[in-house]
């Protein structure tokens, strides 16, 4: 009987290993089809609380996509293809950049800057890399006229 019980938590295990790099493999596979399509960037976004004095988000790693006049955020860590946030260039309101504090920077990549970004009701900070906020920035300034675009963010 134990030889059975035994033969059968190695089947249990292996099958778990089995599932966990299919599913690693898979994320592999969604990364590299966003990243292969151009225009995608790594960044780290959470969420602020619309009312006064609310507690922020926890950061959550993930990789910006760039599509006309928006920018997909997708999680690193899941299989969707569907973005988690959408956030529009038109009426967009960036402000605040800032360094990340000590216990924030153990959670994000490193050599950071975090921007707050404003679209309509939706609050967030963006965390990124010196390149890929040059090129946020760039994105934005590239709006077409009329596109009303408020930047306030200080070197």
């Not at 994320?27 to 960044?43: H, I, P, Q, T, Y």
């Not at 619309?50 to 959550?60: F, H, I, K, L």
């Not at 899941?78 to 946030?85: A, E, I, T, V």
Request: a neutral charge; proline letters at 6%; hydrophobic letters at 45%.
């Amino acid at each position: 009987m134990g030889e059975h019980l035994a033969l059968d938590v190695g089947a249990v295990l292996a099958a778990l290993a089995a599932v966990c790099a299919l599913f690693f493999l898979a994320m592999a596979v969604r990364r590299r089809l966003f990243v292969r399509g151009g225009g995608a960037v790594e960044c780290s976004l959470r969420e602020l609380p619309a009312e006064e004095g609310g507690a922020p988000g926890v950061w959550r790693l993930g990789i910006g996509r760039y599509k006309g006049d928006v920018l997909h955020w997708h999680r690193v860590f899941g299989l969707s293809r569907r973005p988690r946030q959408v956030i529009h260039r038109r009426g967009l309101v960036v402000s605040n950049r800032r360094r990340p504090d000590p216990e924030e920077a153990e959670g994000l990549l490193p050599d950071v800057s975090i921007i707050e970004v404003r679209d309509g009701d939706l609050t967030v900070e963006l965390a990124m890399g010196a390149s890929a906020l040059t090129g946020f920035l760039a994105w934005l300034e590239a709006a077409p006229p009329g596109f009303p675009v408020d930047l306030h963010v200080p070197e």
